[in-house]
């Protein structure tokens, strides 16, 4: 029961840690594709 408890947590805390930093990325991309379609047309 321990086990499952720890790793629970571990999840929930590397999604709290990476949940940002996956969206910021994500958005830094979106922004890229952005400017390539605007250079196309």
């Known amino acids: 029961?321990?086990?499952i408890t720890v790793f629970i947590l571990?999840?929930?805390w590397s999604i709290?840690?990476?949940g940002p930093v996956l969206a910021r990325e994500n958005?830094?991309?979106k922004e890229e594709l952005i400017q390539i379609t605007k250079?196309?047309?």
Do not use: A, G, H, T
């Open 27 to 29: 958005k830094v991309f």
């Open 10 to 12: 571990l999840i929930y």
């Open 39 to 41: 250079n196309e047309s």
């Open 1 to 3: 029961m321990k086990s």
């Open 16 to 18: 709290i840690i990476f």
